[in-house]
């Protein structure tokens, strides 16, 4: 799985979800997620909103691994059941340059984000 763009973005410590904003197309369509760290591969799988957003239960994920000192995250998506090829997660020019994955840290601070891709108005 290689991405040819990714967005860069940040979440804060001590989020119980994960919103991911991207324009996923379909309802109901069934995707998977893959979360890659230091050499590991977290997946599950997911079912967009209307928006074509999801949400990552942290609960999905090994207690304590998103802390300030674990350091880059990448995150990808596909269709279920297909691996080759990153679906985009955001291909609306209006906002953000289309990409097709999220690296992001996670960050100390009295500061309280859970969100992660572009921020369109």
Known sequence: MACDKCFKDWISCGNTEIFIKGILPGLSVDYTWYLKNKGAVYTAGFTTDNDGHFTIPVSELPDGLLNPYAGLFQLTVNLAGT?????????????CEPYDCIEFEVINGTGVKNTLGCDCP
């Open 83 to 95: 691996t080759c090829t990153p679906d985009e997660l955001w291909n609306d020019s209006a906002y």
